[in-house]
T-cell receptor, first 115, second 110 residues
Framework: DAGITQSPRHKVTETGTPVTLRCHQTENHRYMYWYRQDPGHGLRLIHYSYGVKDTDKGEVSDGYSVSRSKTEDFLLTLESATSSQTSVYFC??????????????FGDGTRLSIL | GDSVTQMEGPVTLSEEAFLTINCTYTATGYPSLFWYVQYPGEGLQLLLKATKADDKGSNKGFEATYRKETTSFHLEKGSVQVSDSAVYFCALSGGNQFYFGTGTSLTVIP
């Protein structure tokens, strides 16, 4: 299994509070991704990174920011959490970008509930 | 743009039945195609992949063939087990993004 650790695994917080989710990898892969998974929507890309300090937006980036100061860590921040951001969040890594032929490998997810 | 469409679920089968989950894609270039499986409470796990037309990916008794002429990548297994109960996702890598289908839930009953 790919070495991907997401933390925390579960979190409950209140509307308006900041939240940071962490993804840590031990594979030294260049590309890292944050997705959210919601019933009826499948997986939706929030942000991705193609190198240290190099990030770009996905299809549902509003309300989220990311940072990547080291190859192994990719942080997702909800600046002011809203109930619509209640979801399961997955981190993924890949050795090639999305136009390559290498798969993405996923962490076990963070279940985030915003009350 | 690129996209993936997979059959709606849920699918319920008896143990040892034959499984087909349909997946079709739209792509402007020459994408790579993947099947992932997700067990409850876990992330997606790569099941198999194919990187060019006519390639057959296989793993754990599952197979899928990259058909360029029909733009399809259907997942098949000859004899399902209870332990195959999970959600299956078809995915495409190409263009400027990785695209996932919405998932097909499979339940196998003894």
């Amino acid at each position: 299994d790919a070495g991907i650790t997401q933390s925390p695994r579960h979190k409950v917080t209140e509307t308006g509070t900041p939240v940071t989710l962490r993804c840590h990898q031990t594979e030294n892969h260049r590309y890292m991704y944050w997705y959210r998974q919601d019933p009826g929507h499948g997986l939706r890309l929030i942000h991705y990174s193609y190198g240290v300090k190099d990030t770009d937006k996905g299809e549902v980036s509003d309300g989220y920011s990311v940072s990547r100061s080291k190859t192994e860590d990719f942080l997702l921040t909800l600046e002011s959490a809203t109930s619509s951001q209640t979801s399961v969040y997955f981190c993924a890594i890949s050795s090639s970008g999305h136009d390559g032929n290498q798969p993405q490998h996923f962490g076990d997810g963070t279940r985030l509930s915003i009350l | 743009g690129d996209s993936v469409t997979q059959m709606e679920g849920p699918v319920t089968l008896s143990e040892e039945a034959f499984l087909t989950i349909n997946c079709t894609y739209t792509a402007t270039g020459y994408p790579s195609l993947f099947w992932y499986v997700q067990y409850p409470g876990e992330g997606l796990q790569l099941l198999l992949k194919a990187t060019k037309a006519d390639d057959k990916g296989s793993n754990k008794g599952f197979e899928a063939t990259y058909r360029k002429e029909t733009t399809s990548f259907h997942l098949e297994k000859g004899s399902v087990q209870v332990s195959d109960s999970a959600v299956y996702f078809c995915a495409l890598s190409g263009g400027n993004q990785f695209y996932f289908g919405t998932g097909t839930s499979l339940t196998v009953i003894p």
